[in-house]
C-alpha cells in the first residue's frame, strides 16, 4: 500500500482507449516511464517521479481499473489491465515504455512486461506483490484484508482527520505498521518533510474496489520466467506489509533481475534518508548505466 505524494494544482486527463476510458497524469519530457501505482494510490500519486522527471524522464501515471476515473471494466485481471495500459500508449502515440510498478501494481507490471516485450524496455519492481498466490499466507494479510472491509471509506477519513491533527504520531504509527524496524528509533531519523510525506498518503483518496481486485491478481513462475527485460528488484528486508519475499521469488525466477535493497522504513521506501541513493539506483538502470 503505497502512495507517492500529490502535487498540488495538479490536473489528471482522460484519455479514449481501445478498452476505455482511463485516467492518468503526465509530467516531464521522453523517454516515459510508465507508473503502475500501488495501492491506495492513483494517478496524482506521483512524488516518486520527481527524481524522474528531474532526470529528464517523462513519468507517465494512469489511474489503474478500479481507482479513480478508471472504471473497473478497463481491466479486471492484471492481464487485461496490462493490456488496457499498452491501449493508453497506443492513445498517446508512445512506441516504448520503462516500466515502474509499485506494491499492488507489481503484478500489472509484470503482467505489461511479460506480455508485451517489444513495447516495454526495463523493469523496476519497488516493494511489488510478485507472488500474490501466496499472500494469504503471510502474516498481516488478515488485517490487511479487514482494511478494505465495508467501513474502509470511514477508516481512512479518520487516518486523513490523524494525519493532520497529529502528524508524528501518524509517522510513527505508519511505521509500526509498515515496517519491522523500531517505530521510535525509526520516527527519530525522519526529518519534518519525511513526516510530511507519510501523512499526505493519508490526505488522498483510496479506492476499495480497486484493491479488491488487485486481491484477485494472479502471476505465477511461468510469467515471471517470460520478463526478458533487465529488472530492478526495490525492496527492505524490514517491509512489514510486502514481505521481501516477494523480492527473493521475483529474483528467483526473472531472468535478468537484480536488486536494490531499500532501508528501515519498510514499505514506504521512498521516505526517509535512504531515499536519495535508492532513486539514484533507479535514474541510473532506467538509463542503463552500470553501477560504479
Given amino acids: 500500500m503505497t502512495d507517492y505524494g500529490r502535487q498540488k494544482n495538479m490536473q489528471s486527463q482522460m484519455a479514449q482507449t481501445s478498452r476505455g476510458l482511463i485516467e492518468y497524469t503526465l509530467l516531464g519530457s521522453r523517454p516515459v516511464v ?3 501505482h500501488g495501492t491506495s494510490s492513483n494517478c496524482f500519486s ?3 517521479s520527481q527524481p524522474l522527471v528531474a532526470a529528464g524522464f ?3 501515471t494512469p489511474s489503474r481499473p478500479g481507482y479513480g476515473r478508471t472504471s473497473l471494466e478497463v481491466g479486471r485481471s492484471a492481464g487485461q489491465a496490462a493490456e488496457s495500459l499498452i491501449a493508453l500508449l497506443d492513445s498517446l502515440q508512445v512506441q516504448t515504455c520503462l516500466v515502474l510498478a509499485i506494491s499492488g501494481g507489481g503484478p500489472t507490471g509484470v503482467a505489461l512486461a511479460a506480455g508485451f516485450p517489444q513495447r516495454v524496455e526495463r523493469l523496476i519492481l519497488a516493494a511489488a506483490i510478485t507472488r500474490p498466490e501466496d499472500r494469504p499466507n503471510e502474516p498481516t494479510y488478515k488485517s490487511q484484508t479487514v482494511f478494505y472491509g465495508p467501513l474502509h471509506g470511514l477508516m481512512w477519513g479518520m487516518l486523513g482527520l490523524m494525519s493532520r491533527l497529529s502528524p508524528r504520531s501518524m509517522a510513527r504509527q505508519t511505521l509500526a505498521i509498515f515496517s519491522t524496524h523500531d517505530p521510535n528509533d525509526g520516527l527519530s531519523k525522519l526529518s519534518a518533510g519525511d513526516v510530511e510525506g507519510i501523512c499526505r498518503f493519508y490526505q488522498g483518496r483510496s479506492s476499495r474496489q480497486g484493491a479488491l481486485n488487485d486481491g484477485a491478481h494472479t502471476v505465477g513462475e511461468n510469467l515471471l ?6 529488472t530492478l528488484v526495490v525492496h527492505s528486508r524490514e517491509d512489514n506489509s510486502v514481505p521481501f519475499s516477494h523480492a527473493e521469488w521475483s529474483l528467483e525466477h526473472i531472468p535478468h533481475a537484480e536488486l536494490c535493497e531499500a532501508g528501515f522504513t519498510g514499505h514506504f521506501f521512498w521516505i526517509g534518508p535512504d531515499f536519495p541513493r535508492i532513486s539514484q539506483r533507479m535514474v541510473g538502470f532506467l538509463r ?4 560504479s
Fill in 225 to 230: 520466467k517470460a520478463v526478458s527485460q533487465p
Fill in 46 to 48: 506521483t512524488e516518486l
Fill in 34 to 36: 510508465l507508473v503502475c
Fill in 288 to 291: 542503463d548505466k552500470p553501477q
Fill in 58 to 60: 517523462s513519468v507517465l
